[in-house]
């Protein structure tokens, strides 16, 4: 069996400030092996998103364990699960969430930056990655000058640039037209398959559900059936 | 399938001290050229708001530094006056003599004691009599300092520079008298005509004597021209019935080194007083020394009211950019380096902004360089030792100090926004629509 990637134990999520205590996960075992791509599925409110931040050290579980590429991750200082995000995750989210004030190389290049890498490489990468993601075309635009889905391809470039163990996408695809969506997840078949990036998108989208290698359904906070 | 980078997962704490240790090279580093870049470009974004920010730093910093050199303006002149009027920098005095000036306070000079005075630090020295007398014409009397002078020691005096209606003193034998304008005018008198003068002698008796008017000195202060009549030292000498002097001036070529001066003063003439023009014209002194302290106030007063906007400016640039500090928290950036970007984006706006301010400072003291003609405020700026052509004086410390105290309020207005964005969680952030 591959390694595995990400490992969650009886990891729960109680947002207790309402009246109610909100469950938004609830002693969910989740494994992940290097080289898939799992889709989350469920209703809304089933804690797709909730799963995602956690995993992705965005969100810290009340309860349970998370052990992401071998390291425990709760109960970890912002500081480094900041250092987490920024080395191990890659994030796409379902606003695009690019810095506007700057262009598609440097939204991919800053990431980079924040790594401590050299000027040169940094610009070596981010190019070959908008190249390999076939947008190179876009390097010196501006958010506001592109397309949803240029935009979306430019995250997803920022999102892989630093080579993440984790690529994290939260509904990728809720702002695209059909067309586009197709072309975003050739995007991401092809980073799976040939690279090997080990993907979780959590979507509604039942296309999405059709190119991934495993489904998991939640239901109100507990995972409820899983397989491909 | 296995990916392309990074070690095996395993045993997690070799894994945990990869993941601690492996980025070094990015770890506990504030990306400084990467926050200077955000900073520069959100400048641009806010162009109206930022832009109004930085034309009320730049007024206020250009409003503050002219005031500057107006007060450094007005801090030399009366220093300047204070030292001209006879003072000099330093002078050596018999104790007592300031409460009660007469020839019976005077000195003999001991032969070859400016030896003990520095030539590079001094411009010049003069020794004087200088004693109450009154003074008639056939009409007036009035009372006055009458000063024994050897005119060609008074190149460190207004003397040497005024205007004069009829002649100068010839040299220290030279028995006549040169007058002020305001005192001419008092007593009705010309040149060349005569003037009683009455004082005491060395002995104690009363001396009275016609003296003939050589000519009348122009000062920049009526009260001047009023006060000192001047006349060849040796005359005096020999009117007083004495060899000596009340007073030896010294006129300092290099300010800084008073106290050395007067410390080498203070071992020729041991048992005289030698005092600094601070503590002759006490009155100058305190007012050099507020003009030092004034221009702090002005700049808290300008700039405190400033930093207001600032602090408002960051944290409205805070707020509105929650969803991009957050998002950027959730890409990785670590807490300190959103307080650094806020402190760094403050910092340029402040930066930008005293800039702007000292170069408009520059070209507006340009017009102003060679004075400001004051003579109709004459009398009453007098009183303050204040000369009617008023010339600003630019001090590059003064410059130096505005702009370190403006970055060093622009680091402060930086700490509550700071706080703000420091407390953005990034998911909450995130979420926010
Ligand atoms: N900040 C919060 N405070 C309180 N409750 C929250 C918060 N965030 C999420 N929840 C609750 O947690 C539960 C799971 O939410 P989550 O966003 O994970 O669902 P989801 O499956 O992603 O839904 P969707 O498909 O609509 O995106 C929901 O009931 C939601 O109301
Ligand atoms: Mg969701």
New interface residues.
Partial sequence: M????VTCRRVSRTYAEEAVPVHALCRVDFELA??EWVSLAGPSGSGKSTLL?VIGG??QPTEGSI?V????ITGLA???L????????G?V?Q?Y?L????SAL?NVE??L?????GRAERRQRSLETLDSLGIPELADRRPGEMSGGQQQRVAIA?AIVT?P?LLLADEPSANLDTATTEELLDVLRNLNRS????IVTATHDPMVMGYTSRQVNLRDGRVVTTGS | MTRETGPPGGDPENSRSEFSNAPARGRNRIPVRLLLQFSWRNLWRHRRRNGILLSAIAVAVAGVLLLNTLLRGMQYDMMNTAIDNLTGHVKVLAPGYLDDPGIERGFDTPPDWQQVLDPDAVEGWAARIRVPAVIMSERETRGIQLVGIDPEQESISFLHTAAIEGERLTGRGDRRLVIGQRLADDLATLPGRRLVLVTQGADGRTREAGFRIAGIYRAEMSLVESAFVFTGRDALQDLLGTGDVTEISVRLADAPREAETMAALATAFEDLDVLSWRQLEPQAATMVAFADTSIYIYFLIVMGALVFGLVNTLVTAVMERIRELGMLRALGMRPRSVVAQVVTESSLIMATGVAIGIAVAGGVFSLVADGIDLTAFDDSLASFGMRPIFVPVVEATDVVLVAVMSLALGLVASFYPARRAVKIKPLEALQRR
Avoid: C, M, Y
């Fill in positions: 591959a390694e595995e990637v290097a080289g931040h965005l969100d052990v590429d071998g390291v425990e912002a500081a480094d900041s250092d987490l995000r920024l080395h191990k995750i994030f989210f606003a969430n810095i506007p004030v700057l440097e800053f990431i930056q924040l790594q401590g890498v920022r080579n163990v690279r090997g990036v080990t």
